[in-house]
């Protein structure tokens, strides 16, 4: 999945909004056939209270992967905790954080599984 957004990254560079990161992103994953889902709502449930919509998920690609996108100076502890709780209320067993505003796209890129 990575190797779909490093040419994204060469192409744009930094800076940008991360909607233009994801329209490029997915215009990788149709190319090349991939299914994904885009704004994913996440739902939460507190005893017999549901919300239906708690969360959004930036994707999910082929059912598998959760992707969240940033563009920001430097990822924080919660966007660590966030990507944890995401998997959790997704069910989804792994997760991709991508960070755009960096030089070198590997750089911005944090793996997550899900532990539960």
């Given at each position: 999945?990575?190797?779909?957004?490093?040419?994204?990254?060469?192409?744009?560079?930094?800076?940008?909004?991360?909607?233009?990161?994801?329209q490029c992103l997915e215009h990788e994953f149709d190319t090349h056939g991939m299914r994904f889902r885009r704004q994913v709502p996440l739902s939460l449930t507190y005893g017999v209270l549901r919300l239906d919509c708690a969360y959004r998920a930036d994707l999910i690609v082929e059912d598998e992967l959760l992707v969240e996108l940033r563009s920001i100076e430097r990822l924080a502890p919660i966007h660590h905790t966030?990507?944890?709780?995401?998997?959790?209320?997704?069910?989804?067993?792994?997760?991709l954080l991508i960070n755009f505003n960096v030089?070198?796209?590997t750089d911005g890129v944090k793996?997550?599984?899900n532990q539960s």
């Open positions: 999945m990575i190797g779909h957004a490093i040419p994204v990254h060469r192409a744009l560079g930094p800076g940008l909004f991360e909607s233009a990161y994801s966030q990507m944890f709780t995401y998997l959790r209320l997704s069910g989804v067993r792994q997760a030089r070198k796209l793996s997550f599984l």
